[in-house]
């Protein structure tokens, strides 16, 4: 129940961040982050996939809502949402009857690192592609892609160092 | 659960698909009332920050256009013909432009396609497809309007071509984003044989029924020809600085519906 209500304020005050402050930020005039889908990397482990896929869902449209681009950030937020078990299944196995929320104390600072950085990157890429919507700028959204990424998996780890547990 | 991610995706697909179109639906964007209610209170709390340089903006402009009232009617006294005798009502065409000023409440300048909000909508007589300026010169075109607010897409914005021209010979060509920087735009269509030079002047050409002529857009800061190509690839540097804009005038064109419906009639 705790956690419950923990990640009901987590879902409200990321998306406050992302669209009050950090949509009106730009390092060098293009990097852009991401940080509201830090949301979607805390959701518990063993929570039902439908769950996990509709929050997904859910968050992404409400950012879409805010910044007029329409469906683009439920697109990111939706394919995440549905590789993010097999990328746990990838980097590290739970115990049955675990039902652990991903933080770096449960999974450990190089799987957490390693969880996040695959995730920012797949949301990243996805969403700037999706936003050009061609490839005649192909150069310039890679950038924007990668650069946004880097700043983004910071600062998500940044956050997550400062909680504790 | 394959079945729910492919339904969750088609749904978000189509609706990007959908807003590939010019007008959006109300509901889903930023003039939707609640996210527009929680962009005010944002931007009543970052103005305050803004204040000294808008003040500073305003008593300059404040004084040229007293300066310019005073030297309009010394003229206008002495060139000022009688009154006409006649119950006609017609806008005369140095009249057909009346302003609406409103305010910047969101404004983003780092995606490919960028947005802009105000807050005035249809109860303060703003339409879609009316002309967006501020003082520097051109922003863009109404795009959607809800009852108190409504969405422009700026030049920062590819699917927008503002067709502009230069002052000294008057050829024209749209005006095009390039994506990446907030500062510059690509004019487009300029033949080999114009001849211009670095630093001129662009002003909005009058062709479309959004700006009125003579609404200055940027100058141009680079430009490269290749042996082979016929056409220009110009680089502008624009007028407005996107970045720091809050205070916008939206014109309202009053003959807009008659001269449409004239160059209709002339179509058919």
């Known amino acids: ?165 | 659960m394959v079945f729910l991610f492919l339904v969750l995706e088609i749904i978000s697909f189509t609706m990007i698909v959908k807003n590939q179109n010019y007008h959006k639906s109300i509901f889903l964007t930023s003039s939707n009332k609640v996210v527009s209610e929680i962009y005010v209170i944002n931007n009543s709390i970052f103005e305050f920050f803004r204040l000294k340089g808008a003040n500073e903006n305003l008593s300059e402009e404040n004084t040229a256009l007293k300066n310019e009232i005073i030297e309009l009617k010394g003229r206008l006294s002495t060139i000022l013909p009688r009154q006409k005798d006649s119950l006609k009502f017609n806008i005369p065409p140095e009249m057909e432009y009346k302003f609406i000023s409103a305010k910047v409440i969101n404004n983003s300048t780092n995606k490919i396609q960028n947005y802009i909000t105000l807050n005035k909508g249809f109860s303060d007589g703003i339409k879609v497809d009316m002309g967006v300026v501020c003082d520097e010169g051109v922003v863009g075109i109404i795009k959607t309007v809800s009852e108190n607010f409504s969405v422009v897409i700026p030049i920062l914005n590819e699917r927008l071509k503002v067709n502009c021209k230069f002052i000294k010979s008057n050829y024209s060509g749209p005006l095009q984003w390039s994506g990446l920087d907030y500062r510059y735009a690509n004019l487009e269509d300029i033949a080999r044989h114009v001849e211009f030079s670095l630093g001129d002047s662009l002003v909005t050409s009058g062709f479309t029924n959004a700006f009125p002529e003579g609404i200055p857009v940027g100058t141009i800061e680079d430009f490269k020809i290749k042996p082979s190509d016929s056409y220009y690839n110009i680089n502008v540097k624009l007028a407005v600085n996107f970045r720091t804009l809050s205070y916008v005038k939206v014109i309202n064109y009053l003959n807009y519906r008659e001269q449409k419906y004239l160059e209709k009639v002339a179509e058919q």
Request: with cysteine.
């Open chain 1, 1 to 165: 129940m705790l956690v419950f209500i923990q990640n009901i304020f987590l879902f409200i005050i990321l998306i406050l961040v992302q669209v009050l402050a950090l949509n009106n930020i730009q390092f060098l005039g293009y990097i852009n982050p991401y940080i509201y889908i830090l949301f979607i990397f805390t959701i518990p482990v063993r929570t039902p996939q439908w769950l996990t896929l509709v929050l997904s869902f859910l968050i992404g449209i409400i950012i879409d809502i805010f910044s007029n681009t329409m469906g683009m950030h439920a697109f990111a937020c939706v394919l995440i949402g549905f590789l993010r078990p097999y990328v746990i299944k990838l980097f590290i196995s739970i115990d049955e009857g675990n039902n652990p929320t991903p933080t770096f104390y449960t999974f450990g600072v190089g799987v957490y690192v390693k969880y996040v950085v695959a995730l920012v990157l797949i949301h990243h890429f996805t969403l700037f592609f999706i936003e050009a919507f061609s490839f005649q700028h192909i150069f310039i959204v890679f950038s924007k892609a990668f650069f946004s990424s880097i700043v983004s998996i910071l600062i998500i780890l940044g956050i997550r160092s400062i909680k504790t547990k």
